[in-house]
């Protein structure tokens, strides 16, 4: 089977790199284009999630949309921040900034979704969805959205329709997502340090 149909391999490798850099002697040279290409093969699993996640779905690739438009004209994260803050735009609606932190929101969202199904028994995936969405959404959100996610939360597809969507077994599955899980943390640690650094804070 060709690696182009196994998106959880490709998205753990991608995170991988992501995590190299991270970990490296020069973390500030984290890319908008080689995050944001990352960050574009995550749109496909909330796809995947159906109804429930729909709206995040759409926000989260709207906001890589963005970044990867930014990355034709800005070198780092760091940078694309730095410009922000300059230009007293970073809280704006549709800031870079603002759209890292709605695309990191994303990216921890299913970091959890991955923890929760690994260590969740049966097929169901209501759980781990539920317990992800509560974790790292829920809090940002209004009433209404809220109840819309739990009403869909009923229409989730099982963990084996899941699994065959990604064109997974769940041997393989698991070790793609223990491998994202692993590689995604410090990403998201290093973002989150990019924002508190300058005192912007991640609860907005």
Request: a positive charge; hydrophobic letters at 45%.
């Amino acid at each position: 089977m060709a690696d182009n149909h196994k998106p959880l391999r490709k998205i753990s490798e991608a995170f991988k790199e992501l995590e190299a850099t991270v970990n490296s002697q020069t973390p500030d040279d984290v890319k908008v284009a080689s995050f944001s290409r990352a960050c574009t093969l995550i749109s496909p699993l909330f796809g995947c999630l159906g109804i429930a996640f729909k709206f995040a779905e759409m926000d989260y690739v709207a906001k890589v949309n963005d970044l990867v438009e930014a990355s034709k004209s800005i070198g780092t994260l760091q940078d694309m921040i730095e410009r922000d803050v300059e230009a007293n735009t970073v809280k704006k609606g549709g800031s870079h900034t603002r759209n890292l932190l709605r695309v990191k929101r994303g990216i921890d969202m299913i970091k959890v979704l991955f923890e929760q199904m690994l260590v969740t028994g049966g097929n169901s995936l209501k759980d781990p969805a539920s317990k992800a969405y509560a974790q790292v959404f829920a809090p940002h959100h209004g009433w209404a959205i809220r109840k819309a996610v739990a009403a869909g939360m009923y229409a989730l597809p099982t963990k084996a329709q899941l699994l065959q969507k990604l064109n997974e077994d769940e041997p393989s599955a698991r070790i793609q997502m223990q491998s994202y899980i692993n590689a995604s943390a410090p990403v998201i640690l290093y973002i989150d340090k990019l924002f508190l650094s300058r005192e912007l804070g991640v609860d907005w």
